[in-house]
């Protein structure tokens, strides 16, 4: 296959019912939400139950898939997180949130800053980075993105003040975006 | 909302981790404060690469399988559903030659032919089927999938790495390479604190991916690369780096 399809030319196939073009995604980003999955949820099985149906929303709901509030790929992610997380919570028999997308959140153009490090020269380099903060901040920022805790229950489990994690939060993004800037990323839009 | 105060709660916003309340108040911010906006948009760019972070897994072979299943049924339940007419459904599919108008004895003759002949094909190929997903199964199960990428020697071209269990060798797949004249060769590499150790050669045919096999413990360095040498391969790499895989 030399002439691969680009993300919405396969969009614009589903919404043509084309189960090929279903396929096409998967190959290309069912891996990465099946990891992120397995990384919320820390279970395989699990995973596989939120990828299947965040695939099949996806083939389900095409119709009214509009790419001009964001990528597919930023979405299937999105979704895949969240979906995690609400299984998450279901299991450890917590009242489920609102958990629906909300809107603003893919609809600004995340791609740029995406392709720079999916494309840097050596994958590990966003990990390095992560490893590299202070592991207050890592620890703040993993359990809000990969545990799906508000900054509310992270102070609870962390045992600091809210203000704390309000700022750990923050610091966490500014540092990476500065290791990240260090190694010849531009993460400004 | 001031400034200020937005300005400690974007982060939270861009890692979905404010309640209800304060999302509501940051969004009303944002939409009439530029510079507050300029800064989310840059959180929630660095949010959105957190993936990109995680361990890879290759995800069972089942799953896929089961995912197109489900939507090949989906899809054969809407086309049941008399509200839609059948051309608007199935205008352009490969399933437009079933809805063209037959004599219907001649239909009648060619579905059986083809339910037959379709049902004898289909058991032999769902016992293939079978025995190619339980092998991938296994394989997938213990296999470990590397991207690789293209330098900016080579731009186009991008490839996986697959781990293939606790054996001291993988399979590299590559394409989007450019074909070697025959006096060259494509030369595999695995690094160590950028130490390289020669670890297979291969070449490409004209727009056909590539599969090479790499003999060594992948789990005891740290890089992948693919340069080009002279035809048999060098005991160092000379040229430059084409190809890379961080492992």
Known sequence: MTNERTDQELIAALQRQEVQALEELYDRFGGLAYSLAFKVLGDGSLAEDVVQEVFFNLWRQAQSFDGSRGSVRAWLLASSRHRSIDFLRRRQAKAERDVELSASEFRLNTDDLWSQVANHLDHGLLRQALAQLPESQRQALELAYFGGLTQAEIADATDVPLGTVKGRLRLALEKMKDLLESQGIRTAG | ?247
Request: a positive charge.
């Open chain 2, 1 to 247: 909302m001031e400034c200020a105060q937005v300005a400690e709660l974007t982060a939270a916003y861009a890692l979905a981790a404010l309640p209800e309340g304060e999302r509501r108040e940051v969004e009303a911010h944002v939409a009439a404060c530029p510079e507050c906006r300029a800064r989310l948009a840059q959180e929630q760019a660095l949010v959105a690469v957190l993936p990109l972070a995680v361990e890879q897994r290759a995800p069972p072979a089942r799953l896929k399988t089961r995912l197109l299943q489900a939507a090949r049924a989906d899809l054969a339940t809407r086309e049941r559903q008399p509200d839609t007419p059948a051309h608007a459904r199935r205008r352009g599919g490969p399933r437009s030659f079933f809805a063209t108008p037959l004599p219907y004895a001649a239909a009648a003759v060619l579905l059986l032919f083809a339910v037959g002949g379709l049902a004898a094909w289909g058991a032999q190929l769902r016992s293939l089927n079978r025995q190619a997903d339980a092998e991938l199964a296994r394989l997938r199960s213990s296999t470990r999938i590397l991207a690789a990428q293209g330098t900016e020697a080579a731009p186009g071209a991008s490839g996986q790495v697959l781990q293939l269990g606790e054996q001291q060798r993988a399979l590299l797949l590559v394409r989007g390479l450019p074909t070697l004249p025959p006096d060259k060769t494509y030369q595999v590499w695995l690094l160590k604190d950028g130490k390289p150790v020669g670890a297979g050669l291969f070449q490409v045919e004209a727009g056909r991916e590539a599969a090479a096999v790499v003999t060594g413990d992948l789990s005891r360095y740290d890089l992948l690369a693919v340069t080009v040498e002279p035809a048999g391969g060098l005991p160092l790499p000379s040229g430059a780096i084409v190809l890379k895989a961080g492992l």
